[in-house]
């Protein structure tokens, strides 16, 4: 499966983006978000099974909200109050369980989406 990432940018800190992940197939395992800042380990931010069910790690929780729209092959991740340590690379990925702390991707990774927040 190829998976596209959109939707990164420039924002001002407390600002919000809209990512979004399109997928060439229809994909029922969960999917997940993924970022990577520089010189840090790629750490997964959320993730969402097929009927919507979503996990955060506690640094977004409250903050940042995923979502599928299944019919559209698409994965979204809204991410408000923007912090400059929000900084990073987004990636999106299936993965093998909807646990953060156990999940691992199950595809390649694509080009990712640069989301910098900065005034």
């Known amino acids: 499966v190829q998976l596209q990432a959109s939707g990164g940018g420039l924002v001002q800190p407390g600002g919000s983006l809209r990512l979004s992940c399109t997928a060439s197939?229809?994909?029922?395992?969960?999917m997940g978000w993924f970022r990577q800042a520089p010189g840090k380990q790629r750490d997964l931010v959320a993730s969402?099974?097929?009927?919507?069910?979503?996990n955060y790690a506690d640094s977004v929780k409250g903050r940042f909200t995923i979502s599928r729209d299944n019919d559209k092959n698409t994965v979204y991740l809204q991410m408000n109050s923007l912090k400059p340590e929000n900084t990073a690379v987004y990636y999106c990925?299936?993965?093998?369980?909807?646990?953060?702390?156990?999940?691992?991707?199950?595809?390649?990774w694509g080009q990712g989406t640069q989301v910098t927040v900065s005034s």
């Open positions: 969402v099974a097929w009927l919507g069910n979503a």
């Open positions: 990925n299936r993965i093998s369980t909807p646990s953060l702390m156990a999940a691992r991707p199950l595809d390649s």
């Open positions: 197939r229809t994909i029922f395992n969960t």
